[in-house]
């Protein structure tokens, strides 16, 4: 019998060659990781959440050192607003105040005191403080001299019947407080007769 009768006439399967490769099939077991496979995932996994961690802690070192700086450039804007504001706001100095009458006479402080002239018939208007003449006839006129200076009956002595900057300190002889230099309030005196239209002697 020949070869070709054995197997119906057909050829004989030709043995498997040497170096070749056979493929496994869906039955094929997977092979288990070797414990150095083991050990060098375990590694990896390891150094990549220490990477991610990394990450996270630069992140909030660059938040913190934002928030840092911004709060650094209020802080020196604040200062700095502040700083101005008290520079404009502070007071320089004081002056003294004295009560004259329309020609020039140091009067008594009284008739420069809104509330006693008011007390007394009188009014304040324009810088000007203005007392009824006894038995009618007028009004006594009276203003402040600033820096001025003289004893009362006597002409004042130097100073000016402008009233000083909001930021001077104002008080008279007896010790009144006229304006509080640095948030006072600065009111101009004129230095023409009365501003109301009622005229009065001395």
């Known amino acids: 019998m020949t070869d070709d009768q054995s197997y119906g006439g057909q050829q ?44 996270q802690v630069a992140e909030g070192k660059s938040a913190t050192k934002r928030k840092i700086l911004i709060g650094s450039g209020v802080t020196v804007g604040l200062v700095g607003l502040i700083a101005t504001f008290y520079s404009v706001a502070a007071p320089r100095g004081s002056v003294t105040a004295v009560c004259t009458d329309n020609s020039g006479i140091v009067r008594d402080d009284n008739d420069c005191d809104e509330t006693y002239v008011s007390s007394h018939g009188g009014y304040h208007s324009g810088g000007f403080f203005f007392i009824p003449i006894p038995g009618g006839g007028g009004y006594n006129q009276y203003r402040y001299n600033y820096g001025g200076q003289g004893l009362v ?21 007896s010790g009144k407080t006229v304006q509080r230099g640095g948030f006072g309030i600065s009111g101009k005196s004129s230095s023409g007769s009365g501003t109301s239209g009622k005229s009065g002697g001395s």
């Open 12 to 55: 004989p399967p030709e043995p498997p060659r040497r170096g070749s490769m056979r493929f496994q099939d869906e039955n094929t077991q997977v092979r288990p990781p070797t414990l150095a496979e083991q050990r060098a995932r375990q590694q990896a996994l390891a150094q990549e959440q220490q990477n991610e961690q990394e990450v």
């Open 153 to 173: 009956g006597q002409p004042v002595r130097g100073g000016s019947y402008d009233a000083p900057s909001g930021r001077t300190t104002v008080n008279t002889k």
